[in-house]
């Protein structure tokens, strides 16, 4: 089976930089996304990664290693409505999306 | 209404109860799917669909029952469940079916469901 981890919560400082850690183990590898869940709300796409390196998207930036089987999210300039789950997911080598637990990230004034 | 719509957003049933749960996709896309999300679990995919045709049963209980009239419109059907099956019903569209790079699936907000 697929093997998923991120930690299960984190809280940040409004203004500061929270880096969210996913670590994986699947059958193959065809990319990793990275979705933002606000409570009762739909999970929306926030990146793609499927070679290694940093893509930036303004406040937002993920990390892919695929050698290490390791990504991380980084939210700076933490603002309140930040606060929801982030879920890491990824496409092994049937193009399935496997699902992490998610990261539940509150943001404090 | 665009993107991925779900109805109910809330649904409480007691275990002898039939019930479906709806979703329709404005997207345009080609393949659709259910996920079961559970308090501090990983979405779990439960069924995809891809041009009406279902390409996956993830070993779902047959108490779930899943039906794709067309490419916009997917229904799980729901009978005789169990306290344990309570959770987020979560379902999802993409451009391609399973088997393509890239193939970002958007969201629906999903139907809290409840079985007493």
């Known amino acids: 089976g697929q093997n998923i981890d991120q930690p299960t919560e984190m809280t940040a400082t409004e203004g500061a930089i929270v880096q969210i850690n996913c670590t994986y183990q699947?059958?193959?590898?065809?990319?990793l996304f990275w979705y933002q869940q606000h409570a009762g709300e739909a999970p929306t796409f926030l990146s793609y990664?499927?070679?290694?390196g940093l893509e930036e998207k303004g406040r937002f930036s993920s990390f892919l290693s695929r050698s290490k089987g390791y990504s991380y999210l980084l939210l700076k300039e933490l603002q309140m409505k930040d606060s929801a789950s982030y879920l890491c997911?990824?496409?092994?080598?049937?193009?399935?999306?496997?699902f992490g637990a998610g990261t539940t990230v509150t943001v404090r004034a | 209404e665009t993107g991925v719509t779900q109805t109910p957003r809330h649904l409480v049933m007691g275990m002898t109860n039939k019930k479906s749960l709806k979703c329709e996709q404005h997207?345009?896309?080609?393949?659709m799917y259910w996920y079961k999300q559970s308090a501090k679990k990983p979405l779990e995919l439960m069924f995809v669909?891809?041009?009406?045709?279902?390409?996956e049963n993830n070993s779902v209980p047959s108490r779930f029952s899943p039906e794709c009239p067309n490419s916009s419109h997917l229904f799980l059907h729901l009978h005789t469940l169990q306290p344990e099956d309570s959770a987020l019903y979560l379902c999802?569209?993409?451009?391609?079916?399973?088997?393509?790079?890239?193939?970002?699936?958007?969201f629906g907000p999903g139907t809290r469901l409840t079985v007493l």
């Open positions: 999802a569209s993409s451009q391609e079916g399973p088997g393509t790079p890239y193939n970002e699936q958007f």
């Open positions: 699947t059958s193959g590898f065809n990319g």
């Open positions: 990664n499927v070679l290694d």
């Open positions: 997911a990824v496409f092994s080598d049937d193009y399935k999306l496997s």
């Open positions: 997207l345009g896309h080609n393949a």
């Open positions: 669909y891809n041009f009406k045709e279902q390409t």
